[in-house]
């Protein structure tokens, strides 16, 4: 059974909870994969939150884009993060954001292990 710890250190509250529910039973060499994979995919909250910071800059949406919200990104930047109202918004729930972003890249890190797996 993988260590999430072990091999994600930076991991945190709630996403430490959900990367180890699905790195229960994996192998260590597994694991180990998962977590490289995954760290490259992940958003630190600390860098939505300078991203969501740059909005008040005139830089609005970059938080979203950097999050793969490509439509919301576009509409943040055109209307300076909906008059500011939606930026402000974000940075209240830039962890949510962030966290939101992270599970679905470690769903679909692990459904791409699986498919390789499969494959082999």
């Given at each position: 059974?993988?260590?999430?710890?072990?091999?994600?250190?930076?991991?945190?509250?709630?996403?430490?909870?959900?990367?180890?529910?699905?790195?229960?039973?994996?192998?260590?060499?597994?694991?180990?994969?998962?977590?490289?994979?995954?760290?490259?995919?992940?958003?630190?909250?600390?860098i939505?939150?300078?991203?969501?910071?740059?909005?008040?800059?005139?830089?609005?949406?970059?938080?979203?884009?950097?999050?793969?919200?490509?439509?919301?990104?576009i509409?943040?930047?055109?209307?300076?993060?909906l008059?500011?109202?939606?930026?402000?918004?974000?940075?209240?729930?830039?962890?949510?954001?962030?966290?939101?972003?992270?599970?679905?890249?470690?769903?679909?890190?692990?459904?791409?292990?699986?498919?390789?797996?499969?494959?082999?």
């Amino acid at each position: 059974m993988a260590n999430v710890l072990r091999h994600l250190p930076e991991l945190e509250g709630m996403e430490l909870g959900y990367v180890q529910g699905l790195m229960q039973g994996m192998s260590d060499e597994k694991a180990q994969l998962f977590a490289q994979v995954y760290r490259t995919k992940r958003r630190g909250s600390d860098i939505i939150l300078v991203l969501c910071l740059l909005g008040f800059a005139g830089f609005a949406g970059l938080h979203r884009l950097a999050t793969q919200s490509i439509l919301l990104g576009i509409l943040y930047f055109f209307t300076l993060g909906l008059c500011f109202i939606g930026t402000i918004v974000d940075l209240v729930n830039y962890r949510s954001i962030a966290y939101e972003y992270n599970i679905k890249m470690a769903y679909e890190t692990l459904n791409v292990l699986q498919l390789t797996e499969d494959m082999n």
